[in-house]
């Protein structure tokens, strides 16, 4: 996989990556290195090694360069979609063990909701709430966008816990997470959005605010930013 993959590298596209994933010093992304990958061509080589062994999965997530860690992700991904309950489980219990790799928001993004989120739709989810509370930005967002699983089946209850623990969040992909997940609860019952909102909105980050009211109308938009609810 990684011979496959490090001969579709780009060095022009590698630096752009770099930049655009801020991977400098005192960056979330510091250290990380880049094939110069796009995401789609990525995508392209699941079906190729979609049957590859789940040790050999684990061993490229651990590897130092973005891309080859978002391959890693896509194949759990496509191995819990097409697992039977014992499979799923091996590959929620890895990723899990394994999400120190998960390590930018892109590829939890690409696998939060299709892993975390089915395996404790039907149990326990205190673990959410536990990575909500973690010193750690990307179990943080995990907890986070976890729920858009749940939101997608109309149930926001976690999604709106999880949001009121993270309003005072410091860092800006936090407040890009709860404010994209609020809209996304939006887009299904306003009415829960804006019961929310109401209680929250003069003390959330702007950056979440605006995430979370995108796609309101523009004269309510303003209301919120001007604090005029």
């Known amino acids: 996989m990684q011979a496959a993959l490090r001969a579709l590298g780009d060095a022009a ?68 979609r097409r697992g039977d309950a014992a499979t799923k489980q091996r590959v929620f219990d890895s990723y899990l063990s394994h999400r120190s790799f998960v390590n930018n928001w892109d590829l939890v993004d690409s696998s939060a909701h299709l892993i975390v989120g089915p395996q404790l739709q039907d149990g326990d989810r205190n673990l959410l709430y536990e990575l909500a509370g973690s010193k750690s930005l990307w179990d943080r967002r995990i907890a986070m966008m976890a729920t858009f699983h749940y939101i997608r089946n109309q149930d926001f209850s976690d ?65 919120y930013l001007h604090g005029k609810i």
């Open 13 to 80: 596209i590698a630096e752009h990556s770099a930049g655009f994933f801020k991977s400098g010093k005192g960056e979330y992304g510091e250290g990380d290195r880049f094939l110069g990958i796009r995401v789609p061509v990525i995508r392209k080589q699941v079906s190729r090694f979609r049957d590859a062994s789940l040790r050999s999965v684990l061993a490229l997530l651990r590897s130092q360069y973005h891309e080859e860690r978002m391959l890693a992700v896509l194949l759990l991904v496509e191995k819990y």
């Open 159 to 223: 999604a709106l816990q999880i949001a009121a623990l993270l309003l005072d969040d410091e860092h800006d992909l936090i407040h890009k997470s709860v404010g994209w997940m609020l809209r996304e609860i939006g887009k299904r019952d306003r009415a829960v959005e804006e019961r929310f909102l109401e209680r929250h909105y003069r003390g959330m980050p702007r950056t979440m605010l605006r995430y979370a009211i995108e796609k309101f109308p523009a004269a309510r938009r303003k209301a």
